[in-house]
């Protein structure tokens, strides 16, 4: 009879599950077993804003038996040809009255958090509770604890992890920089911190290398990428853009120009708007 019972209860688990991943669209799910992340960005595939709670709650128990930077990428790519806004999130209150969390737009910064926190949002208790582990210090939500810099985010959060001299190693250039603190002794944010930090970096010339470095296993097939600008950070900023590359040549990239999240390839972006930049801050997620 116990035996029954475990089949009955076994079969009703697995209808169930089928029941919940039925109700993702099909176009998804045809994406998802391709086990390519990048397949979701195609044109035919609803964004990420046009799912509603209850899909991406099934979009997260398909993805959950993958790693992190899987579920990541996959999230990203979802995000391919979303609006482009900046600062999109808030705290619900002022002096930031937009949502803890949204899809119907992005920007550099936002594309990151969004993705990470809903790749962690079984294991946190939801997508809000993730959204405050990955955008506040100890996951207390107000302006003032919210990571207004990349790399403070690098050293604080759990979900995020700085690779940059583990990747390159005596390679890197190094430059310290005191966050938020201006040249001139002002602040860049009206909060009541700052922190001096040294800053490693990749040099520009080495970026040409990221897709051999990944093939060679020196890269995570999903990286975190933060863009340097030396002269910003004698004024208290310590990167000036951030995003995702995949597999070393695939850069995502909420672009203010094009006023959406675009695929560039990563060489082509090296070349054209990637030029301004003096080196890359690399990291994973976790």
Not at 91 to 117: G, M, R
């Amino acid at each position: 009879m116990r035996a029954g019972l475990v089949v009955v209860a076994t079969a009703l688990a697995i209808a169930a599950a089928a029941t919940t991943t039925d109700i993702l669209p099909h176009a998804i799910r045809q994406a998802i077993a391709r086990n390519d992340p990048a397949a979701l960005a195609a044109d035919s595939i609803p964004r990420l804003a046009a799912l509603d709670a209850a899909q991406r709650a099934a979009l997260a128990s398909v993805l959950v038996d993958r790693d992190v930077g899987a579920r990541v990428a996959s999230y990203a790519f979802l995000q391919v040809r979303t609006p482009y806004r900046l600062g999109p999130l808030g705290e619900e209150s002022p002096p930031d009255d937009d949502p803890l969390i949204a899809f119907d737009s992005t920007d550099c910064t936002t594309i990151n958090l969004v993705s990470t926190a809903l790749a962690h949002a079984s294991d946190a208790g939801g997508e809000r509770a993730a959204m405050a582990i990955a955008n506040y210090r100890g996951g207390a939500v107000s302006f003032a604890t919210r990571f207004h810099f990349t790399t403070d985010r690098l050293d604080s959060c759990p979900y995020f992890g700085d690779i940059t001299r583990r990747v390159a190693g005596a390679a890197c250039r190094r430059q310290r920089v005191t966050l938020n603190r201006r040249a001139h002794g002002g602040r860049l944010i009206d909060i009541d911190w700052s922190r001096t930090r040294d800053v490693d970096y990749v040099p520009r010339a080495l970026g040409a290398l990221f897709k051999r470095w990944y093939v060679s296993g020196r890269l995570p097939a999903a990286m975190g990428i933060a863009f340097v600008q030396r002269t910003r950070m004698d004024d208290g900023l310590d990167v000036v853009h951030e995003s995702l590359l995949w597999q070393g040549h695939t850069l995502l990239h909420a672009s203010s120009k094009s006023g959406r999240v675009v695929m560039m390839p990563w060489p082509e972006f090296l070349n054209g708007p990637g030029r301004r930049y003096d080196g890359f801050v690399l990291f994973e997620y976790r």
